[in-house]
């Protein structure tokens, strides 16, 4: 008898544990769901708490810090802060396999820099690029079509496209505890923005998908765009030339201009993000800076001062100096990508 109710009470169990209802004591109770793990792939230390301890703060209505809703603003850099960023920024790693798909249709480009450095794998070519040169690049290969056809030819390099040292798509190399930081930061009524240096077409064509934050709350360098009436319907094309680029300074600009709020948190990684961090913790009010420090040579890269993908140089000295919570990639994250066959 006594191993009969212990099946019974055994399979009740269960059975509550496969319910979507919520359990209940034997009075009728409801049992308190388990509360999902803040920032899981983190590892215990006061990285993963002055996190915490500031949503708590900025959260909590009776608390001096607190802040409304509205005014919980979160903005991160894309490259090297929520995705990897090496051996070369990925729009780049995008451009070069432009320049080599169009090449038929420009046969000039074998005679003509720095097209030509590109289609011959010139390393030492390549290497000495400087910011002319890479201009005429993406305004040779985001340029001449529309805003929808770009977006389908973005949609079709993120798809086949593969990372050389890791040999995975380029959107499975976002950092799973950034990913973690953008939902417990919506999930306390913040409001995401990516406020990158990177193309914002680029970017918007997956920035909800992969992290959850719609076009609208992405800013980021811009190209110049033309607007007509083709056969009646209407039409966007990208043009050659620079509208706005979002980095270093232009980034509170951007801020500015398209969020029109100051944020209270800020994430970056290099001292491209520098004037973003200023902008956003001055120190007169309840505000939180966030720099990641790529130091993980086993899992991803070690880089900062001297690099020339992610320089954090400047940043790196400020950061004790202004409060910043600085992350090392190598102590603070249990996980870094979100694949279970990556690190």
């Not at 409801?30 to 708490?49: F, M």
């Not at 249709?105 to 005679?111: C, K, N, Q, R």
């Not at 190209?223 to 270093?248: A, Q, R, W």
Request: hydrophobic fraction near 40%; glycine fraction near 8%.
């Amino acid at each position: 008898m006594k191993s009969g109710l212990y099946v019974i009470l055994a399979t009740t169990a269960a059975l509550a544990a496969c319910s979507d209802q919520p359990a209940r004591t034997a009075a009728g109770t409801e049992q308190p769901a388990a509360a999902a793990p803040v920032l899981p792939s983190w590892n215990q230390g006061e990285t993963r708490q002055s996190i915490v301890d500031f949503v708590e703060r900025v959260t909590d209505p009776s608390s001096p810090d607190y802040v409304a809703p509205p005014e919980r603003i979160a903005v991160f850099d894309n490259d090297g802060t929520l995705w990897a960023e090496q051996p070369l920024y990925f729009q780049l790693l995008f451009a070069l396999d432009r320049v080599r798909a169009m090449a038929d249709d420009h046969p000039e480009w074998s005679e003509t820099e720095p097209f030509r450095a590109i289609l011959e794998d010139d390393r030492e070519a390549l290497a000495g690029l400087g910011m002319r040169e890479l201009l005429q690049i993406i305004e040779a290969t985001h340029s001449g079509m529309t805003t929808a056809e770009f977006d389908a030819i973005v949609d079709d390099w993120l798809a086949t496209a593969t990372h050389p040292r890791f040999g995975v798509p380029y959107t499975e190399l976002v950092y799973q505890p950034m990913l973690e930081v953008l939902t417990y930061l919506r999930d306390n009524e913040f409001k995401t923005f990516i406020v990158s240096g990177g193309g914002m077409d680029m970017i918007r064509s997956f920035a909800e998908r992969v992290y959850g934050i719609p076009p609208e709350q992405v800013v980021g360098s811009a190209g110049e765009l033309e607007f007509s009436l083709v056969e009646g319907v209407p039409t966007l094309t990208k043009t050659p030339g620079i509208n706005f680029v979002d980095d270093k300074d232009g980034k509170p600009v951007g801020i500015h201009r398209f969020i029109g709020r100051r944020p209270i948190f800020a994430s970056g990684n290099s001292d491209g993000d520098l004037q973003m961090l200023q902008y956003t913790a001055p120190g007169d009010r309840a505000a939180f800076g966030l720099i990641l420090h790529h130091d993980d040579g086993e899992r991803e890269w070690v880089y900062d001062r001297d690099s020339h993908i992610g320089r954090l140089d400047v940043g790196l000295d400020e950061a004790p100096e202004r409060g910043w919570t600085v992350i090392s990639m190598k102590n603070d994250w249990s996980k870094i990508f979100p694949s279970p066959d990556l690190p």
